[in-house]
């Protein structure tokens, strides 16, 4: 596994599960081939392989698993709830996937400052309302949230994935402001 940070990946400093399975060390080879590096936030679960494969796998299924909301849409719900959280390295890696996903470098750095000053169609925007209102305040979530997602043309099973997406980053937020995970600095370059 290639580390191409220097220290630790958190300020816990857990480690990784020694031996790591052969599982885990295919996965991160993968990672290795397709992103050119093993995202610290995975080298932060791999601790305990069991809390890996179980991130690891809901974060798959909701970012690359099927959906009628398009993987560019994810990662910016992804930096959205990250912005409102202030969290370092969702901003930073996320932020390289819209960059990348987008293809437009300004367009990534302008959804991470302030989404709104991207001039956004209204279906986008009607979503982002939504993932903001989620994130700040779930507890005021009420039925005319959802029907203006119907109304954007959203389906129940897009406001369901919607939800999803931004209820994950919320949580991978504090566990990662918690421990301070540190981003790969070669995301900081990525898609400029």
Request: charged share 25%; with cysteine; net charge negative.
């Amino acid at each position: 596994m290639t580390q191409h940070d220097d220290g630790a990946v958190t300020a816990l400093d857990l480690g990784v599960a020694e031996p790591l399975s052969e599982r885990t060390r295919a996965y991160f080879a993968k990672c290795e081939e397709k992103l050119g590096l093993v995202p610290n936030v995975l080298v932060a679960y791999a601790f305990d392989e069991r809390k890996l494969e179980a991130f690891s796998s809901f974060y798959n299924e909701l970012m690359l698993g099927e959906s009628e909301i398009d993987k560019l849409d994810r990662e910016i719900i992804a930096v959205v709830v990250s912005a409102i959280n202030h969290c370092h390295y969702c901003l930073t890696a996320h932020g390289a996937a819209v960059r990348q996903l987008a293809g437009d470098a300004h367009f990534g750095e302008t959804i991470a400052q302030n989404w709104r000053a991207a001039g956004l169609e209204a279906k986008r925007t009607a979503m982002l309302d939504f993932v903001v209102k989620l994130t700040e305040r779930p507890d005021t979530i009420v039925e005319a949230d959802r029907q203006a997602l119907r109304d954007a043309g959203y389906s129940n099973r897009a406001i369901f994935d919607i939800a999803s997406v931004a209820a994950f980053f919320a949580m991978s937020n504090r566990v990662a402001s918690a421990t301070d995970m540190k981003p790969n600095t070669d995301y900081h370059a990525m898609a400029r």
